[in-house]
């Protein structure tokens, strides 16, 4: 089955820094890939997502790129903000498994 | 606001009991998804259901069983608790079958096991 790792587990950043988050995975059959927020004691919720056919989507301060040839992903936000503060999932999802598997979650901690 | 609606909120109950969860899916959403979140672990895929059939199924302890209902309303069925099994449980829906775009997470509900 499909196995998502997700680094770093934890990162600190100072307000208006930037803060990039890495996920691999091994099902080369994934086309989805969605990044989650979780704040604290909330549920999660979809930030930013990209599929297989495109290399790079942005959305404002948030950009996700995709490399299928190294089956990695990863997560950009820039100029981050305190309200940034929350833990962050990658998922990779194969439409024939008819289930996204998670990363263990990033904990971000942006200090004013 | 999702529009996915999980109760209870919180549920505390002791060893060997035994807890339905329920979940409403967003309106015309088809998919339903149980997570299981410990404390500062990520999401752990238990089972789906599309359109009242069993879809896919990941590491659910025999304990547990789930149902989607006509209406599209899911429950989680957790027996002979343990300790172990105090965590967040999570109902996400949507629209595909085949879970390629987004899930729709209810708030959760917080199981304690005592």
């Known amino acids: 089955g499909e196995n998502v790792e997700q680094h770093p587990s934890t990162l600190s950043v100072q307000e208006g820094d930037s803060a990039v988050i890495k996920c691999t995975y091994s099902?080369?059959?994934?086309?989805?890939f969605p990044w989650y927020k979780q704040e604290l004691g909330k549920r999660p919720q979809l930030i930013i997502d990209?599929?297989?056919?495109?290399g790079e989507k942005k959305d404002q301060r948030i950009a996700v790129t995709l490399n299928k040839t190294a089956k990695h992903f990863s997560l950009h936000i820039t100029e981050t903000q305190p309200e940034d503060s929350a833990v962050y999932f990658c998922a990779a999802s194969n439409p024939n498994a008819g289930k996204s598997t998670f990363g263990d979650g990033t904990t971000l901690t942006v200090k004013p | 606001d999702s529009g996915v609606t999980q109760t209870p909120k919180h549920l505390i109950t002791a060893t060997g009991q035994r807890v339905t969860l329920r979940c409403s899916p967003r309106?015309?959403?088809?998919?339903v998804y149980w997570y299981q979140q410990s404390l500062d672990q990520g999401l752990q895929f238990l089972i789906q259901?599309?359109?009242?059939?069993?879809?896919a199924k990941g590491n659910i302890l025999e304990r547990f069983s789930a149902q989607q209902f006509p209406d599209l309303h899911s429950e989680l069925n957790l027996s002979s608790l343990e300790l172990g099994d105090s965590a967040l449980y999570f109902c996400a829906s949507s629209l595909l079958e085949t879970d390629t775009g987004e899930l729709f997470f209810g708030e959760g509900s917080r199981l304690t096991v005592l």
């Open positions: 309106s015309g959403d088809l998919s």
């Open positions: 099902d080369s059959a994934s086309n989805y």
């Open positions: 259901y599309y359109n009242g059939e069993e879809r």
């Open positions: 990209i599929r297989s056919n495109v």
